[in-house]
């Protein structure tokens, strides 16, 4: 069996790699099952390698883009070679600093909803489920930002998008972990599920695309992602619309579920640290002033403490901590240790990519200890291997300014207008981690505070 049995128990399968790193040094392999040899890496040359070299040299595990592209197909998650670069220079495009400052609207009406939300639930004297509350704010924007649609999941009382797309990742980790694809020959009812979940967002995103189509047509400016990837199709004939509209769906997912983790960690160190979460709206009551939410990216960029806590969350509990990736040729490779190390062609590897930034002391001082002034001293870049939470290299996540954004405005404006305080009643706050890593048991009780903002506000809701 291999260390089979371990995997399937663990609800962390990071964690668990990361100390088996610890006990059998950076670099081991271990068997799943009667499967190949998997190489770990936590070595940050063999995982900086690993990552810049990438689409050439290594590329994505090959049964896990066959999993996703048979949900999501594609998309430029999966691609790799020339297609990649195609798919990325257009996505990189449609997500540059233009085009978020013509979106910004979007996260500010959504943003002013999530106010909303909470300020009833204090009124009330409801605890909040963290998570499914960000989840909701991150699938309104991102919904917004990459079809111009508003599901406005946040005010949803009832059955939704919102209830069904938390689903995807989870499946697509079953899936990954199956010892067989069983769902090609039968499906489950969870499998059933799934088909009419994606079915319902194909329908969506095709209304969508048609709507884009005829906008830019008639000579709009693109005001959100599926328009900015509508109009380049003139002058990039080899990206087909079936390309456009996985790009689309992979944005949908990747905005969602990473961002309200992220989000959601941020609100509990907060409410575990009110010390710094004084810090938070000091800062806020400084530069928002008479604003309830930032009006502009301008504004979001001089919230640096906010974006500092979004770091600190990040180098704590990452959303993404492992890649599952293979080499595709031969090659020798030289660890950090000097030692050379030989993979054959198509050896699977997982490179651990948060393993050093909770580890490595003599870069990170107290490196268990959440302390966001560590980014604020000038001495660390924001994403330089041993952390790296958006990836590296050529493959370096296009999505992370509109993630850091929707992260520091979330912790800036909840955590200036509310006392956070854990509710333990549901257990202990943990982690699990389906395709992406997550909080489970975070509620918090929050407290609406009074201020001169409340007498400019009279709707909203204090207790």
Known sequence: ???????????????????????????????????????????????????????????????????????????????????????????????????????????????????????????????????????????????????????????????????????????????????????????????????????EIEALVKERFAHARARVAAGESPANFLEALVKPLENEPGITDEEVFGNVLTMLLAGEDTTSSTAAWALHFLAEHP???????????????????????????RLRYAEAVVHEVLRLQPVAPMAGLQNLRDMTVARSDGRELFLPANTPIVVLTSYGARRDTARFPDAGVFRPERWLDGRLPAEALPFAPFGSGPRFCPGRNLALIEAAMVTSVLGRRFDLAGDRTAGMVHERMSFAAYPVNLHLHVTARRDSRDSANPGSAVR
Do not use: C
């Open 275 to 301: 010390d710094i979460a004084a810090k938070v709206r000091a800062e806020a009551d400084e530069v928002l002033g008479d604003q309830r939410v930032p009006g502009d990216p301008a504004t979001i960029g």
């Open 1 to 199: 069996m291999g260390n089979l049995l371990d995997l399937v128990r663990t609800r962390t399968p990071h964690r668990l790699l990361e100390g088996w790193a610890d006990d059998h040094g950076l670099t081991f392999r271990f068997r799943p099952g009667g499967q190949r040899d998997v190489v770990v890496t936590a070595d940050p040359v063999l995982v900086d390698l690993a990552l810049r070299r990438r689409p050439d040299d290594f590329g994505r595990d090959t049964g896990m883009s066959a999993v996703i592209n048979e949900i999501v197909p594609h998309g430029v998650f999966t691609a790799e070679g020339d297609r990649w670069r195609r798919l990325r220079k257009v996505a990189t495009q449609s997500l540059n600093a233009a085009y978020l400052r013509q979106y910004f609207t979007t996260i500010t009406k959504v943003t002013e909803r999530l106010l909303r939300r909470w300020e009833a639930a204090a009124a009330a004297g409801e605890r909040v489920d963290v998570l499914d509350s960000m989840m909701r704010y991150t699938l309104d924007v991102t919904s917004g930002l990459a079809m111009g649609h508003d599901l406005n999941s946040l005010e949803s009382t009832g059955e939704g998008l919102h209830r069904r797309l938390p689903m995807l990742f989870p499946a697509f980790a079953r899936r990954i972990n199956a010892p067989f694809p069983y769902w090609r020959r039968f499906k489950l009812p969870q499998d059933h599920r799934l088909d009419a979940t994606v079915r």
